[in-house]
């Protein structure tokens, strides 16, 4: 994995004037390949004539010669331009009947990147994985630069927020960013939009505080019991009673909760089965109809498990689950039982 970089690396790249003709962006953070395409639109593009020196093309609509005749186009007035080339699909060994038609121009695109002109910036988009033998991949990773957008986990999520509102001329203490950071899971689209609406929240105040998080950006159930189900794992009792508690205080029905607890059982099972195949962390969150981000968190979870770990919570949730149902067990009690029980 040496060979290929990250987010930070290539800003960190093009901040000290370090660049290449070509890219390979790849991974399932979209909002952060945005991001780096409008960097490089920054650098190099004057905003008088954006129109003219960059270009942006989907593969699966295009023929091969329109990326050549973008990319032989000299720039105007600018000395580089930018042409971006959307859904690759010659980066992917496995495809579909239409991906295998519209590949048949992976050869011109591996014989044709070693000659590109020197006045433009090539970025290749492909999906969340590409397949490292091929010989489009060989090709860029020859003259080129290969970046992965990976999600941004824990203390790199915080530091992520952190920038943003300091480029909307807001602060935040670290503790409290990383506070913001768990409470958003999905994506850094939904984090991107959760800092908007705090921006505005707080008007011309520069500092925002955890009560100004505690009043905008309220915890999702799923988030919740996401990380009730983490705490268990870690055997952190405390911490995964506290994470209850806070969802009765919500309002949240206790029934609600447990099913929650057990479709997480659920998925950490289901995830524990598909990566003992071999498959991939997309393929797994594909089929388990996940985000990427949870799935990667899933994943991390499992280690501290077996498979019959894992079974036997499941099935001690489902009895408690009818327990209560029938009558036989207090609802807070039975919750606060299993808990303790799991993470001891």
Known sequence: MADIKNYRSLLSDLDRGRFKNVYLFFGPETFLINDAVKRFIDKFVSNDFKNLNFI??????????????????????????IVVVDDCSFFKSSRTDKDTASDKHSPGIS????????????????GAEVDKRLKAYSAVKKIGDI?????????????????????????????????????????????????????????????????????????????????????????NTGKALYLFNELLLDSEPIPLILAMIIRQYR???????????????????????????????????IKRYTESDIQK???????????????????????ETLIVEFSR
């Not at 990427?292 to 899933?298: I, Q």
């Open 56 to 81: 942006r093309l989907n593969y699966n609509s295009i023929d091969f010669n329109d990326i050549v005749n973008a990319c032989e186009t000299l720039p105007f007035m600018d000395k580089k331009k």
């Open 111 to 126: 014989k044709y990147i070693p000659g590109l002109p020197d006045t433009t910036i090539l970025i290749l988009i492909a």
């Open 147 to 235: 970046v992965e957008f990976s999600p941004l986990k824990g203390q790199e999520m915080a530091m992520w927020i952190e920038g943003r509102l300091k480029s909307q001329g807001k602060k935040i203490s670290g503790a409290d960013a990383f506070y913001f950071s768990e409470r958003v899971l999905d994506s850094l689209f939904d984090a991107e939009n959760e800092i908007q609406k705090m921006c505005a929240y707080v008007g011309e105040r520069i500092q925002i505080t955890r009560d100004d998080i505690d009043a905008l950006v309220p915890k999702s159930l799923e988030a919740n019991v996401f990380q009730l189900v983490d705490s268990i794992s870690e055997k």
């Open 267 to 301: 998925l950490l099972l289901h995830t524990k089965l598909l990566s003992a195949k071999k498959l991939s962390s997309q393929e797994i969150a594909n089929r388990l109809s996940v985000r990427f981000f949870v799935c990667s968190k899933l994943q991390k979870i």
């Open 313 to 335: 919570r499941l099935y001690r949730c489902l009895d408690t689950d009818a327990a209560i149902k029938s009558g036989k067990a207090d609802q807070r009690i039975a919750i």
